[in-house]
């Protein structure tokens, strides 16, 4: 049995069992948990990824393929997106979903690593990522892969969990970030991991929005800005890679 501690550790076969483990209730727990601002935020981050129909883009930790998904709804027949997961069982469903909506020809699923992107450097126009990246094990190297793949004058794209700012929010946010989520999650999901306590552990002990900022930086993206959604709950970052 892993415990939390070693889940925090965010040891690559840990995380996978977990995500394994509740991967058939992921997009019904989101939706309940968030309220269906999940969407929301995706196509947020979308939208501010500010890319050209034609463009190839590279949604990692894709999960689902939920924001592949919403990246493929702003390309054309020229544009492409592939999501990869390492995680068998994400990948299963993403490919099932992208199927039955009639994407296949727009967005590929793939088993991959985000430690180890299997695609050669500058090649993608926007590499993106949606509450995946705080689960790697090696955040910097994680980021700095995103932006090896990535085109020069192209962007790297992070949706993610962060903390609110007003205090009266905050105090009632985390009460139920805390304590109300892992419950619903634990009862619905049934993982013996307790993912949905790991959840609110995770993004606690993940950088701040000014953190991450310098992280991107130091991992040599340029004009790196920060759009923060319903409170404060996400934050978006995005950043340059320089050239062009
Ligand atoms: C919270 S889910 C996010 C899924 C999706 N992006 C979304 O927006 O809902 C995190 C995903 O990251 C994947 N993941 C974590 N670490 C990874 C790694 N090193 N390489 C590839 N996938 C990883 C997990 O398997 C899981 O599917």
Redesign the pocket.
């Known amino acids: 049995m892993i415990t939390q501690t070693e889940l925090l550790t ?1 040891k ?1 076969e840990h ?2 069992q977990m ?1 394994g483990s509740i ?1 058939r209730v ?1 997009d019904l727990l ?1 939706t309940l948990l968030s309220f269906n601002f ?1 969407k929301i935020w ?1 196509r947020f981050a979308v939208k501010v990824s500010n890319i050209t129909p034609d463009a190839k883009v590279l ?9 592949a998904i919403a990246y493929s709804k702003v390309l054309n027949s020229s544009g492409k997106v592939i999501g ?4 068998h069982e ?1 990948v299963k469903l993403a490919d099932h979903k992208f199927r039955k909506k009639n994407l296949s020809g727009k967005i590929e699923v793939l088993g ?4 180890h992107l299997p695609f050669h450097d500058n090649y993608f126009q926007v590499s993106a ?4 990246i705080r ?3 090696d955040l910097k190297a ?1 980021i700095a892969e995103m932006v090896r793949i990535t085109a020069p004058g192209g962007r790297v794209v992070i ?1 993610e969990f962060s903390q609110p700012t007003n205090p009266l929010f905050k105090a009632i946010y985390y009460f139920y970030f805390k304590k109300i989520l892992p419950l619903i999650g634990k009862l619905i999901s049934r993982s013996k991991y307790n993912a949905y306590s790991y959840l609110p552990s995770s993004v606690l002990n993940f950088p701040d929005r000014y953190g991450l900022k310098i992280l991107m930086e130091y991992c040599m993206l340029e004009d790196v800005k920060i759009y923060t959604r319903t409170l404060g709950i996400v934050t978006v970052h995005i950043g340059k890679k320089p050239g062009n």
């Open positions: 965010k690559g995380i996978q995500f991967a992921y989101n999940d995706r949604d990692v930790c894709t999960g689902t393929g939920d924001l990869s997961d390492f995680c994400m991959a690593d985000t430690l990522v949606a509450f995946g689960n790697v094990s994680g949706l």
